[in-house]
Each structure stands twice: as structure tokens, then as C-alpha cells.
């Protein structure tokens, strides 16, 4: 791992401590609660496995978050809303890239569909609320965005925060993005699973692990053991 993504890492868990010690930030999303269902949730007119790319703070609790939601097949974390170039952590942490840590997901859409991914996003993944931050962590690269893949998925997506909003959902506005996805590039390696193979890192600990413990408390009909990123294959 380079130097300055050690140093950045190493921030991070930082402020989750310090955070931990004053009681700065919350780790559970907004509504502490599910939020209802999307009302517009059609089938994708394609067959077989779809992809939804969203962003939400730190790519590790959404990673974890979704690898345990039945129907996902695989899930990366990485980088979307910006180039090729900067699609690197230590620069993504930099925030001025226009990339957001974010999570590509593989599910099949007999089993979930887009619109109950996005209830779990607002539910239990994230705050949409927050603008540019999550918890201890601040910048454009931890915003709430959705990325589509498809224009039904813009459709759905749109039409989900507009009944979210009227139906004063969360205590604030939302101010999740939504926007058509240019491309999605894989995290370095060392930041797939880092959920698994960390979870004593405090970050996980404070911020993450609840974020897991809340699907599977509130929406046990979707909890699954979990499944793996995949090695290759998360494309651009």
C-alpha cells in the first residue's frame, strides 16, 4: 500500500476514534427506521443479472452492507463520477476529482429488485441527509449519489426521493444525487473486504458494524450471510 494511502487510512480511523470519544457523529442513518417501499419498482426490461452502482461515505460499510442483502451476487468497492486518471485512492481523498467511493453491485433482480436496494440504501447504509459526508468523514467523495445504469433505474430512483420527501421520510431534506453512471473503476485491492478482514479496525467497529447489525435487525427478510467481492471482473 503507498505511503500516502496509509496516511489516509490511518486519518480515518483517527477521526473515528476521536469521534467515538466526543460523541460527533452518528453511525445509523437519519429515519432509524426502514423507510416504505419504492411505489415504482418495474422489472428490468433486460434479462438476467443487473447492476446498480451507489455511493454513500466510505465504500467499506456500504460493501459490507450490501454483500449481506439477498439477491446480491457480488459487490466492489471503488470509484465513480470522475476519469480514468484519478480513480486512485490517495487522490480520490484529495476531493477534487468529481469521484465518490462507491460500490457497484451484481444482484439478480428475480430475487431483489432495484427499488429494494434502494430501501436498504436509505435505510440502513447511509444518511441522505448529510451533504458531502458521512459520519467522520467529509468531502464531495463520501456524498449520497446513485449512480444508473439504465434510464428505468434513473426513473425509479428519481421518483423514489420525490415520495421519500413528500412523505417526510427523514427529519432533513435528502440530498442524494442522481445521475447516469460514466464509468466505475474497481478500488485497489487492499480496500476489498476490508469489512472481513478488519473487523477490529475501530472504523469498522463505530461506523460499519451497525450498519450490518441494522439490516439484519430491521430487514431480516433480506439478510443473508454474506457473499465475496470478486477478484476480476468489476469492469469500468
Not at 440502513?124 to 451533504?131: G, K, N, R, S, Y
Request: proline share 7%.
Amino acid at each position: 500500500m503507498p505511503r500516502k494511502s496509509r496516511l489516509v487510512l490511518l486519518f480515518r480511523v483517527g477521526t473515528a476514534l476521536l469521534a467515538l470519544t466526543v460523541g460527533a457523529c452518528s453511525a445509523a442513518p437519519a429515519s432509524q427506521a426502514v423507510v416504505p417501499p419504492p411505489k415504482l419498482d418495474p422489472a428490468p426490461a433486460a434479462a438476467g443479472d443487473q447492476v446498480a452502482v451507489l455511493a454513500g461515505g466510505c465504500f467499506w460499510g456500504l460493501q459490507a452492507v450490501f454483500e449481506h442483502v439477498k439477491g446480491v451476487r457480488q459487490v466492489w468497492a471503488g470509484y465513480a463520477g470522475g476519469a480514468a486518471d484519478t480513480a486512485h485512492y490517495f487522490r480520490v481523498a484529495e476531493g477534487d476529482t468529481g469521484h465518490a467511493e462507491s460500490v457497484k453491485i451484481v444482484y439478480d433482480p428475480a430475487q431483489v429488485s432495484f427499488g429494494t436496494l434502494l430501501q436498504v440504501f436509505f435505510s440502513v447504509a447511509h444518511d441522505p441527509t448529510e451533504l458531502n459526508r458521512q459520519g467522520p468523514d467529509h468531502g464531495t467523495q463520501y456524498r449520497s449519489e446513485i449512480f444508473t445504469t439504465t434510464p428505468q433505474q434513473s426513473e425509479v430512483a428519481q421518483a423514489y426521493i420525490r415520495q421519500l420527501g413528500a412523505a417526510h421520510a427523514f427529519d432533513a431534506p435528502i440530498v442524494t444525487r442522481v445521475e447516469s453512471l460514466p464509468a466505475f473503476y474497481v478500488a485497489e485491492g487492499y480496500h476489498q473486504d476490508y469489512y472481513r478482514t478488519h473487523a477490529d479496525d475501530p472504523y469498522i467497529v463505530y461506523n460499519d458494524a451497525p450498519k450490518v447489525a441494522a439490516l439484519r435487525r430491521l430487514m431480516p427478510q433480506l439478510y443473508q450471510t454474506g457473499t465475496r467481492y470478486a477478484d476480476v471482473g468489476g469492469g469500468h
